[in-house]
């Protein structure tokens, strides 16, 4: 009985880890860095852009707001910053073309708000990775509200709509 209980708790240790290769063999199509923050390089030689920035696990497809502060019109809107990157997968690509272009689109219907500041990670990695850090973004593409005193208002990122960056901005700059 002994034998057929070590042999059953193996086979599901050696299970575990042949799961746990599977899964991390979806990932083997790239090349790794040294630094969990550095972008790799596929096969194809596409660049791609590393979503986590604190090893904690990618959210889901749906966007991802701060919450806005208690009295969203006492806070003073600074800038809008713009994260996004021109090298990367093609969903990635496209979901940053399609923020930027909702979100100027919004911009548009506010005169008096601030200009859009536009942060390229494959261009600017040092800046990106610094803003990236510091407001706890997870993926790209963002649009960070910030305040005079450079602090974190507001976030949008990942995928989303004109509707939910109108949302957003409305707190800040009004209807």
């Known amino acids: 009985m002994k034998h057929i209980h070590k042999s059953l708790k193996t086979t599901v240790i050696l299970s575990a880890i042949f799961s746990l290769l599977i899964l991390f063999s979806a990932c083997s199509n790239t090349t790794k860095s040294e630094d969990p923050g550095q ?6 030689g596409e660049t791609n852009i590393p979503a986590v920035t604190n090893n904690e696990p990618e959210p889901a497809s749906k966007p991802i707001t701060s919450a806005p502060m208690a009295k969203a019109e006492s806070a003073s809107l600074a800038r809008i910053v713009f994260i996004t990157t021109s090298k990367a997968c093609g969903c990635t690509l496209t979901r940053c073309q399609n923020g930027e272009a909702a979100l100027q689109k919004v911009l548009a219907s506010y005169p008096n708000a601030p200009q859009m500041e536009r942060v390229d990670f494959a261009e600017e990695r040092d ?25 974190l208002l507001d976030k949008l990122e990942g995928e989303f709509t004109e509707a939910e960056a109108k949302k957003m901005l409305e707190l800040y700059l009004g209807k």
């Open 39 to 44: 972008a790799t390089t596929d096969k194809s």
């Open 127 to 151: 800046k990106a990775r610094s803003l990236t850090q510091k407001h706890a973004v997870f993926m790209l593409p963002v649009a960070l509200l910030i305040d005079g005193k450079d602090s």
